[in-house]
């Protein structure tokens, strides 16, 4: 069996799931390098996870180890010069989400990989996790009908990271960290369909004091066909993670939780160690998660794209998606900040989507 050699950027909370999901169930790959801004933060996780070199610089990374794909796992701001570089020497690149802040620099990755002939994977995992594709299947098996409204939510307490909190690093808020999930769930769901118009509505109602960013937000899209999607976000949800979808057909309906159906219930009169992402605490009552990784599909995007790699084959979900999902996104914190529906396509200027809700 072939296997391919992949260099980790970034050493946290995203880059820890990739790692795991690396380990246990994509065999094909290899991790030989890692790299992170600080360079003891580089060198212990690449101690914690057994990885033979670590960096601090990307340049020196590219130069000095032996790889095929770059896994992009940094902050939202550093996606464009990671994408940039690794481009440049040849690497095939997966990248999480967002893919970019901006469109202009969408545009730049995308077209810097076409002209290098590597293959470009937005990282999106609601595409291959297990329930929300068994939800896709039954659909396209004609389940529930013609489809007429799709939902989507992913909601917590907030980031493990404070770049999220910043918008000069993040270029917003909730819907840059969440959003972007339901956004390309629909468009996987309904093939790419064209999305026509944006009305969204936003605020800051828990973390005020940590960031310019909305924490809540609603979205609403229309798609060509009559179809409506439905997004909520939040970062000021308790009690742990919640990730769910619906699917509304003319025949049908469909509902899919990435959580329930997932844990063990348990009390606790003193707590224990870790229940499932972003639960505050253990004491009383709580769901332990398992098989977390693999059931919100990290794994199963990483072998994906390992696939197409070794087999030259073009990634399910592309850059040219991660752009569609940020144009989406742009109207999205337009339509809040004028509080009118917004038309596609839509391309604004700004130097972060942010501003076109804070500076309408």
Known sequence: MRQVK???????????IHMESYS???PEAEIVAVYARNAEKAQAFAAKHHIAQSFSSIDELIKNADFDVVDICLPNFLHKEATLKAAAAGKHIIIEKPLAVTLEEADEMIAACEKANVKLMYAEELCFAPKYERARALVEEGGVGDIYMLKQSEKHSGPHSDWFYDVNQSGGGVLMDMGC??????RW???????????ASMSTVFHKERTKGEDNSIIIIEFEGGVTGVVENSWAKHGGMDDRSEIYGTGGVAYADLFIGNSV????????GYAMEKTD???GWSFCIFEEAFNQGYPQELKHFIDCVIHDREPLVTGKDGRAVLEIIYAAYASAGQGKKIMLPFAPKVEKPIDLWLNP
């Open 281 to 283: 605490t253990t004491v």
């Open 6 to 16: 992949v260099a980790l950027l970034g050493a946290g909370f995203i880059a820890d």
């Open 181 to 186: 999930h339901g956004i390309e769930w629909f």
């Open 24 to 26: 246990r169930f994509v």
């Open 189 to 199: 769901m309904l093939k790419n369909r064209k999305a026509l118009s944006v009305t």
């Open 265 to 272: 219930l348990a009390y606790s009169r003193n707590g224990y």
